[in-house]
């Protein structure tokens, strides 16, 4: 029997208050790590671009670790394999909690984000072929607007005071996280130029033995960080990026306990490990990556004139833009769902354009695409550096036209008539 007077099918809803609150601490570290990543970048690119600029490639091309396990690597390559892999972990731990157990095991919450999510990674995608069609060594980086970086573009909000309602910051923060697997299975499937079975196999191994581990709740650090290790060091000497290991070794871990309520054996790890990831292992690595000599402004307009560059600034800004709303948009007029409360399409075009921020996997994917140091190389960080700040702007312009209302949702979802510490809206929605 159908009920009339049934609410309708809502986007942008807002979540449940355990998810509420678990975003909203996620996002507090995240703001800190963006900060501290926009520190280590702007120390780059002012050092690359100082008369003395030789010592930082000189810092970059350090080498350390065993040579006997092909494991003596620069101190940039440690940072983008080893540090990222870290990120990657976190990340893994992440996509398996939404799915498993936050709000996204509800297929209908996760529709929005997913279909956001791959709008933003299609789209850009395309810009960008169109613009280098006919270049073969060009289209190679076909993959690196596909990325939004959560931990920039939360520090452009933090930056600008904007306070978004929780149904915006978790479609944000999920849209990040869906995006960052799709970005991992991208640079294994694409970025692989060789490929040496007998390590990756072997990688199987000690990853199994994690397995196990971690099903049965074990928490000994000197039993699964050996054994993590081991799996990254196969992983990479397979042929695969490194950071592909961080991802599989996340999703080895379980979500759910298996006796009694609390958080589980992933959530453990991951309160452990974001605040190292966040606050070590992007902002370094981010040092070590984003230092690039521009060469004054007739240097920067050399580089934005390359088709590789201008197809990453566009596909960045507009791609982003096009591909996230308009997925957005398909999934409302599919399902016939309508916008939540006081959100308007304006509050979705501004996170959109706010996904447009790639930096720490766009800088990554560059590096795999072209070769680090490379001409196309260099032109592709001025890009991402330049298209990340555009969209920062242009979204600073959107969101900052809504904010008056935004400060009026985040006040109502505040309000604890009962101090029982759960805010009055989300138990008339329950």
């Not at 909000?157 to 995006?179: E, K, M, Q, Y």
């Amino acid at each position: 029997m159908n009920d009339r007077n049934a609410r309708p099918a809502r986007l942008l809803d807002r979540g449940s208050w355990p998810e509420t609150q678990r975003v909203a601490e996620i996002l507090r570290k995240e703001t800190v790590g963006g900060v501290l990543l926009l520190v280590g970048a702007v120390l780059a690119l002012v050092w690359a671009n100082l008369p003395w600029s030789d010592s930082y490639e000189a810092l970059r091309e350090i080498r350390v670790g065993p040579a006997a396990l092909h494991l003596d690597l620069t101190l940039a390559s440690w940072a983008e394999d080893g540090l990222l892999a870290i990120f990657f972990f976190v990340a893994g731990l992440e996509v398996k909690r939404e799915f498993v157990a936050g709000d996204l095991r509800d297929p209908r919450r996760a529709a929005v984000p997913v279909a956001a999510a791959v709008g933003g990674v299609v789209v850009p995608a395309l810009v960008y072929t169109a613009v280098n069609l006919g270049d073969s060594a060009a289209l190679g980086g076909w993959a690196i607007p596909t990325a939004t970086d959560i931990a920039f573009a939360l520090a452009v909000l933090a930056v600008i005071g904007h306070h978004l309602p929780s149904a915006l910051r978790t479609f944000l923060l999920t849209l990040a996280v869906v995006d960052d697997l799709l970005a991992i299975v991208i640079i294994a499937v694409f970025y692989t130029r060789e490929l040496s079975v007998g390590p990756l196999l072997l990688a199987l191994l000690p990853l199994a033995a994690f397995t196990v581990l971690v099903q049965r709740r074990v928490r000994s650090w000197w039993l699964l960080l050996p054994l993590a290790a081991t799996t990254w060091a196969l992983v990479h000497a397979s042929g695969i990026h490194a950071t592909v290991a961080g991802v599989l070794l996340g999703f080895a871990v379980p979500v759910i306990r298996k006796h009694g309520n609390g958080p589980g054996l992933a959530e453990h790890f991951e309160h452990r490990f974001r605040p190292i990831s966040a606050a070590v292992a992007v902002p370094v690595f981010a040092f070590f990556a984003a230092g690039v000599t521009v060469g004054g402004l007739g240097g920067l307009a050399t580089s934005l004139v390359d088709p590789v560059a201008l197809g990453i600034v566009l596909a960045l800004v507009l791609g982003k833009t096009i591909g996230i709303t308009g997925a957005t948009y398909l999934v409302s007029r599919f399902t016939h769902a309508e916008l939540h409360d006081d959100l308007t399409w304006t509050d979705v075009l501004g996170l959109a354009v706010l996904g447009g921020i790639g930096f720490t996997v766009s800088l990554l994917i560059g590096d795999l695409a072209f070769g680090a140091g490379s001409e196309s190389g260099e032109h592709a960080k001025i890009a991402i550096l330049v298209g990340s700040l555009l969209a920062g702007l242009i979204a600073t312009g959107i969101l900052s036209a809504r904010n008056r209302v935004h400060r009026r949702i985040c006040a109502e979802e505040s309000v604890d008539s009962d101090h029982d510490g759960i805010p009055d809206v989300h138990q008339r929605e329950n």
